[in-house]
C-alpha cells in the first residue's frame, strides 16, 4: 500500500469499527466492539476501491497508525476508541489526579457552563499528555486544552475507563473539574 492508499484504508476502517458497521453488513460484538479479521477483510474487497486488499494490507494500516486507533489481538480486529455506534464496555481504572481534553476556542463558554459532554460518541475523549489532546482539539478550529480534576470528577461520581495508549474515556465532565490549561 502505498502512503496514500494506507491513509485512506484506514479511514475506511476506522467507519467501519467505530460507526456504521451495520451498513457493511458487519456485526461488532457488542462487548468490545471487535470482529474476525475475514469478516472485516471481506467486507473490504467486496467494495470495488479495496478488491485487492490483503489481511496484510490491514495489518499494515494497524501498525502504521501512530494514534493506535485500531488493536488486532489474535484473530479479530477492533477500533480502541472513538465509537459512536457500539457502546464498548471498558474496566473502570483509576487515572492520574489531571487528565486533558482537548477542545477549540469556539464551544469554549459552552463547554464551562455544562461541561464535557459525548456528543455523536459514546464517551468523552481524555488523555494524559497534552499531545493526543492537542491533536484532538485542532481539527476544528483554535486549540484550547482544558484540564480535568479527575479526583473532583470520581467524588461527584464520575467514571474512567482506561482505553489503553495514555487515552481515558468517561461520561459527562461537571464543569467544576475544568480549567483551561
Ligand atoms: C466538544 C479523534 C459543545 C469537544 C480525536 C469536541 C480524538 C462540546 C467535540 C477522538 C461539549 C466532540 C475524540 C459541549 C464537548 N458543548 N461542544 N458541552 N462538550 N464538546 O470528535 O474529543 O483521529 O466527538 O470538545 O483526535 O474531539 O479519529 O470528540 O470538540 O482522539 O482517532 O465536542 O477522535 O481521534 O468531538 O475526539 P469528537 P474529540 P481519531
Request: contains cysteine; neutral net charge; hydrophobic residues 35%.
Amino acid at each position: 500500500l502505498s502512503n496514500t492508499a494506507e491513509v485512506s484504508l484506514s479511514k475506511f476502517m476506522t467507519k467501519l469499527l467505530r460507526h456504521t458497521p451495520e451498513q457493511y453488513g458487519l456485526i461488532l460484538d457488542p462487548e468490545d466492539g471487535s470482529c474476525r479479521l475475514d469478516d472485516l477483510l471481506s467486507v473490504i474487497v467486496s467494495t470495488p476501491r479495496w478488491s485487492e486488499v490483503t489481511v496484510g494490507d490491514i495489518r499494515q494500516v494497524v501498525a502504521g497508525c501512530d494514534k493506535q486507533r485500531l488493536e488486532i489481538i489474535d484473530d479479530r480486529i477492533k477500533a480502541r476508541y472513538g465509537h459512536s455506534h457500539t457502546k464498548i464496555t471498558y474496566g473502570p481504572g483509576t487515572p492520574p489526579a489531571i487528565l486533558f481534553h482537548g477542545t477549540h476556542s469556539g464551544v469554549l463558554s459552552v463547554i464551562l457552563e455544562e461541561g464535557l459532554q459525548s456528543m455523536e460518541r459514546q464517551y468523552v475523549h481524555l488523555s494524559e499528555g497534552t499531545h493526543f489532546a492537542s491533536l484532538a482539539g485542532s481539527r476544528r478550529g483554535k486549540l484550547i486544552l482544558l484540564t480535568v480534576d479527575t479526583i473532583r470528577a470520581g467524588q461527584m461520581g464520575v467514571t474512567f475507563y482506561n482505553a489503553g495508549n495514555k487515552v481515558w474515556l468517561a461520561g459527562h465532565i461537571p464543569p467544576s473539574c475544568l480549567k483551561v490549561y
